[in-house]
């Protein structure tokens, strides 16, 4: 996998966009490519030349790929360019006077081994190094941010309360269920498979768990898990998921809506049939996105860095090897392959 320096420049596997996509995105959605680049900075620019070590397969990527028809709060990818997102990586070199060549950073890179980035605002260097540097695309990164402001601000949560989260097992989830926990509420997850429900219960400590896919009623097994109700949803699926916890909310419960991933691929979406609950239980339901919430950051960092060397935040992720696997990856996200943050190894320092 290591690009081959010749004269300052060096191979470079990429992953092209290669159109607007509708429905599940599929293996041929993402070309692999090569080219070279060069590893200079030219005269008086403020670029950097990374070398990107971990890529992140994040759900939201799947609405870059739709046509851009309604506005969102993040563009479409360009048919025919480098697929980007979030990813550690180390400058190469640097016009730039707040970045030097040896540093590690993380923030928006490319897919692809080597990237020029032309102006480095969204990039963040990376302070701690004893953790994982994988970890800055997960628990210290974007999902890491997500679950602490999603639970912490926008659920309210109160010690002894009873706390529900979808997906619970994967990169937000996880780390959802272990603030409830540190903060002495009652919790429950679901997700996809057995070795999931395991790691819920065994790993990170939830007080019980269930396999959404075998319960042929989720309004029953949310009945059967909260007999007197939920009083905060940590919403991550959508769907027929969310009616079934309307049911089973209580009076005055808050519902976070981080993400809604059962409806990503669809051509139609489903509707939701039990939003009268809103109203007759009282309840608040409030959407929110990690990036208006950066603020948040430094904070959350130093926080979430103790909880990592004390032991009290664990952290699973799912690491494929090599750029060519990123595709597949991400594809993944949306058949429940992951088990865990999912991640690509594309370079060891
Ligand atoms: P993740 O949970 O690590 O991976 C996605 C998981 O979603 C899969 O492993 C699968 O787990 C589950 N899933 C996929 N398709 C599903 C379906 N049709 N029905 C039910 N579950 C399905 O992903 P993540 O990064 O932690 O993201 C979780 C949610 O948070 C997503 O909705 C994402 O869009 C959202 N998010 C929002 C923000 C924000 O700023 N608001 C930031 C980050 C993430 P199972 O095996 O359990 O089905």
Request: aromatic share 10%.
């Amino acid at each position: 996998m290591a690009a081959s320096l010749t004269e300052s420049r060096a191979s470079n596997k990429q992953i092209i966009f290669k159109n607007y996509v509708t429905g599940y995105p599929k293996q041929e959605d993402m070309i692999l490519t090569s080219s070279s680049i060069s590893l200079q900075i030219p005269d008086g620019s403020t670029s950097l030349i990374l070398k990107n070590l971990f890529l992140s397969c994040d759900p939201y990527m799947r609405g870059k790929m739709s046509e851009p028809i309604i506005k969102s709060y993040t563009d479409a990818f360009t048919p025919g360019e480098v697929i980007y997102g979030f990813g550690v990586a180390k400058v190469v070199a640097s016009g730039h006077a707040d970045f030097k060549a040896g540093d590690l950073v993380w923030g928006i890179t490319g897919w692809e081994e080597y990237s020029l980035i032309p102006e480095p605002k969204g990039l963040l260097k990376i302070k701690y190094t004893d953790i994982p540097l994988s970890y800055y695309t997960g628990i210290l990164g974007m999902p890491g941010l997500t679950a602490y402001v999603g639970f912490h601000e926008i659920c309210s949560p109160k010690k002894g309360e009873t706390v529900y989260v979808s997906a619970a097992s994967g990169a937000v989830g996880q780390l959802v269920g272990q603030f409830a926990k540190l903060m002495g509420c009652y919790v429950v997850g679901s997700a996809g498979s057995k070795e999931k429900v395991d790691l819920l219960k065994n790993k990170f400590g939830f007080d019980d768990a269930f396999n959404y896919k075998e319960e042929p009623d989720l309004t029953a097994a949310l009945k059967r898990c909260f007999p007197n109700g939920i009083d905060i949803y940590f919403e991550n699926v959508g769907g027929k998921m969310l009616d079934a916890v309307l049911l089973n909310m209580r009076n005055h419960g808050r519902i976070a809506v981080c993400g809604l991933i059962s409806q990503y691929n669809l051509t139609q979406r489903e509707g939701n049939h039990n939003l009268f609950c809103i109203v007759t239980k009282r309840i608040k339901m409030q959407g929110f996105i990690e990036p208006d919430h950066k603020h948040l950051y430094p904070q959350f960092l130093e926080l979430a860095i103790r909880y990592i060397r004390e032991g009290k935040l664990v952290y699973v992720e799912d690491i494929a090897e090599g750029i060519e696997k990123a595709p597949a990856a991400l594809i993944g996200l949306y058949e429940g392959r992951n088990v865990g943050k999912q991640v690509v190894l594309v370079a060891k320092e």
